[in-house]
């Protein structure tokens, strides 16, 4: 095996999110003309997910190389057929898409021993090339890694994601009070007396525009994309980003949150949705949240205080909606319980529509024979 590669990466801190490649695949081996030998294949180049591997770990491990497969064997006469070139392989997490630098996606890894072909060796001399082997495929690749989580939180800067993220698990990130505290990702997970896991992420936050890219834009917006279900965080009291940048109620973030979402892609939001009110230990906090469920409650009445375009087609509708105080810890412990409840609610949901489609398929493979009727004689 061949390992040599340039690598160019994109990163928050030393979160490390996308890999850029070259891979080639092994040249084939010379064909022998006077007994009709045929030269080995060129080894092939595979991206395969391994578990505790991270794109930074193959950064720094295999800085500025390519990743070539080895050379097939040429035909002789103690080997009329050569052997093929060793094949080349890419050890990535789970999570990852591989593209190539146009974007087109050549496969994805969602799973521990998946693995992906990027790049074949080229095929042996023989008969029909005149004996002549042909090189391998090169190209470079892109892996992009989008989190799996199972839930993602979603929310402006300074709405509480990173305080919400560690009063519900041991995940330590950092909290400070300006916008744009989380810079990278952050896993976290909730642990329960009956030793069930729920993994949660919280993501760099959201600005008006990231569905053009504007801020964090489409590095936030695609790790949305892998989690099973979103949970919206807004500050009760409404929020402003910068001194130039228009006040926004709870209910308008609640929108904008949901306009990003679909402008980017709109099948996230078929994704069941969890709001969380935070900072509810502010004051005026109950009289904000009276008006904002009675906003939710009637969304299309309320849309004339956002502006046209910033209106989304279709309303998310929650499964729940809980208020809570990050930094006091009030309504944590019931929010984490509805969270176990909507997810094991929705694995039930989608077992069950699994066992129908499977029964559906089995009746379908199953003949159909007709019923004698009594009194008319069956086809000869």
């Not at 930074?56 to 800085?63: A, N």
């Not at 391998?136 to 300074?158: M, W």
């Not at 976290?188 to 964090?216: C, F, T, W």
Request: glycine fraction near 10%.
């Amino acid at each position: 095996m061949v390992w040599v590669g340039r690598v160019c990466c994109r990163k928050y801190g030393n979160f490390v999110d996308n890999l850029r490649l070259y891979v080639r695949g092994g040249s084939g081996g010379m064909g022998l003309p006077r007994l009709g030998g045929q030269g080995g294949d060129g080894g092939d180049v595979w991206v395969v997910a391994k578990k505790d591997i991270t794109l930074k770990r193959i950064k720094d491990k295999y800085p500025h190389k390519r990743f070539i497969a080895g050379v097939g064997s040429n035909s002789s006469v103690r080997a009329l057929k050569g052997a093929k070139g060793e094949d080349a392989y890419v050890f990535a997490p789970s999570g990852i898409s591989v593209t190539t630098d146009s974007g087109r996606v050549i496969g994805e890894l969602n799973s521990e021993g998946d693995k992906v072909l990027v790049a074949r060796g080229g095929h042996g001399g023989s008969f029909h090339s005149g004996f002549l082997p042909s090189k391998g495929q090169t190209r470079q690749i892109r892996l992009d890694l989008k989190l799996i989580a199972d839930l993602g939180l979603v929310g402006f800067p300074n709405a509480g994601k990173s305080s919400l993220l560690t009063a519900l698990s041991h995940a330590k990130p950092q909290i400070g009070s300006y916008p744009f505290t989380t810079l990278r990702p952050e896993i976290g997970k909730i642990m329960y007396e009956d030793h069930r896991q729920i993994s949660v992420a919280d993501l760099p936050g959201l600005i008006e525009g990231a569905h053009v890219n504007k801020g964090m834009g489409h590095k936030f917006l695609k790790h949305v994309e892998r989690t099973r279900q979103l949970m919206l965080v807004v500050d009760v009291c409404g929020f402003q980003l910068a001194g130039n940048t228009p006040f926004r109620s709870a209910f308008e973030a609640v929108q904008l949150l949901t306009k990003e979402l679909e402008l980017y892609k709109e099948e996230l939001l078929s994704k069941p949705a969890i709001l969380v009110i935070n900072k509810m230990d502010l004051p005026e906090a109950e009289d904000r949240l009276r008006e904002l469920e009675e906003q939710l409650h009637n969304q299309e009445e309320f849309c004339h205080l956002l502006p046209r375009d910033s209106v989304p087609k279709t309303f998310l509708h929650f499964t729940h909606t809980v208020p809570v105080s990050a930094s006091t810890g009030y309504g944590i412990q019931h929010l984490k319980q509805l969270i176990r409840q909507s997810l094991e609610e929705h694995e039930t949901m989608a077992t069950e529509a699994q066992t129908k489609e499977r029964l559906k398929e089995l009746r379908r493979d199953v003949p159909v024979t007709a019923k004698p009727v009594w009194g008319v004689p069956s086809p000869a």
